[in-house]
């Protein structure tokens, strides 16, 4: 799992910021590691889909 992780985290850093917006709209590359990153970052506590409360 730390291994898809850091795969995910390399995607995201070889990515032009400008293309950001785009490849989150519409890679699928993109989604998988976006679904990683939350599957493994979720905090404690919290069930995967609920929003972070962020006292803002």
């Not at 917006?21 to 590691?33: N, T, W």
């Amino acid at each position: 799992m730390a291994g898809q992780l850091i795969e995910a985290v390399r995607c995201y850093a070889a990515l032009d910021a400008e293309l950001y917006p785009e490849a989150a709209r519409s890679s699928p590359e993109f989604a998988k590691h976006k679904a990683i990153t939350l599957g493994q970052c979720m905090p404690v506590g919290q069930e995967a889909g609920e929003s972070p409360v962020t006292g803002i």
